[in-house]
């Protein structure tokens, strides 16, 4: 099973979370557990509704991975 790649970054006092492979799927939240939440419940949403306007859908393709790590 493959899923939508999630980026998630700190703002200072906010969360922000997008998708690479869905364009305009976005959330802002006050915490990492509430933009991850709120971003679970857009990627449906943002599908349904490119389902509605007659979009084709994207297939999974980005790949995420952590390359160096900062002490």
Not at 12 to 29: I, K, T
Not at 31 to 39: G, K, N, T, Y
Not at 58 to 71: D, K, L, N, S, Y
């Given at each position: 099973?493959?899923?939508y ?6 703002e ?18 006050g ?9 679970r ?7 349904d ?8 859908i ?14």
């Open positions: 099973m493959s899923g790649v999630v980026i998630i970054e700190n200072g006092e906010s969360w922000g979370a997008y998708v690479p492979d869905l364009p305009g799927c976005v959330a802002v939240g915490s990492r557990a509430e933009v991850e939440q709120l971003i419940e857009a990627i449906p949403m943002h599908l509704l490119m389902r509605e306007q007659g979009e084709e994207p297939r999974p393709a980005a790949a995420g991975a952590i390359v160096v790590q900062v002490a």
